[in-house]
């Protein structure tokens, strides 16, 4: 193994201890325009941070996770993910969440990819409700440059204080490659609560921002996204980065 790429490892996991006992961190946006994309091989770990500032008086907002993703072939994948968040100053461990992946389309073939992913999250305590959920995500290469990526989840709550109905989620994301591994674009999240009583617009989460993803080399990458706001419900910012290393 070369050198600089053990030590490297050898620093990462010092790095993500240090960074869960961050102080003062209620439950930001940390979720992903995910790719239908399973390549054999593939092992990865990834960290992510979501931090929404203090809005009319409510306290700042910190949320974190860690991923481990292990590709079973050039089809399935595997999804490991832990994630804490603050709970009025104290910094929490909220979910546990196993998630499969399973990519039945390919560009080479159909022009297009395409997956479904399922998962199943186990909250901490008897206070939050455990869920189940199945998503479709599809990605298409519009041109050598414009890409697009779009997801739909749905979902049921069970267990303490969970909601009725089917939750019904909506993502999409559309980048332009500048080069040298480095990507702009825009994506937007939607949740829009659940089949028993969806609301109005302003009675769901709507937002979009822009992003940026740069390929760092030595298997690292970075991505930096801003989302703002566009229903009532919404917070109105969230500042995220996603933290990944290829084993």
């Given at each position: ?27 930001a ?20 941070t ?10 700042d ?5 860690l ?62 409700p ?18 697009l ?22 993502r ?27 609301g ?5 989460e709507?937002q ?22 566009l ?15 290829s084993?």
């Amino acid at each position: 193994m070369n050198a600089s790429i053990g030590h490297s490892r050898l620093l990462f996991f010092p790095a993500l201890l240090m960074l869960a006992t961050l102080p003062q961190v209620v439950w930001a946006n940390t979720s992903g325009v995910f790719s239908p994309d399973v390549k054999a091989g593939d092992r990865m770990w990834e960290y992510r941070t979501s931090f929404e500032p203090n809005d009319g008086g409510v306290e700042d907002v910190f949320s974190h996770r860690l991923h481990y993703q292990h590709a079973l072939n050039d089809q399935s994948r595997l999804r490991l993910i832990g994630l804490q968040s603050d709970n009025g100053g104290d910094l929490e461990f909220r979910y546990m969440r196993v998630e499969y992946q399973y990519q039945y389309l390919e560009d080479e073939d159909a022009g297009w990819d395409s997956a479904l992913r399922f998962e199943l999250q186990i909250a901490e305590g008897d206070d939050l409700p455990h869920r189940f959920r199945v998503a479709w995500t599809g990605k298409v290469d519009v041109t050598d440059r414009w890409q697009l990526r779009a997801n739909l989840i749905t979902g049921r709550e069970f267990h303490s204080g969970a909601d009725s109905g089917l939750s019904v989620e909506t993502r999409w994301q559309a980048t332009y490659a500048v080069g040298g591994g480095t990507r702009f674009g825009i994506e937007a999240f939607n949740d829009l609560n659940t089949t028993d009583d969806f609301g109005g617009f302003n009675e769901q989460e709507h937002q979009a921002g822009p992003i940026v993803k740069m390929r760092l080399g030595r298997g690292w990458s970075l991505d930096f996204s801003y989302l703002f706001g566009l229903s009532d419900d919404a917070p109105d910012e969230n500042l995220r980065m996603h933290l990944k290393y290829s084993l």
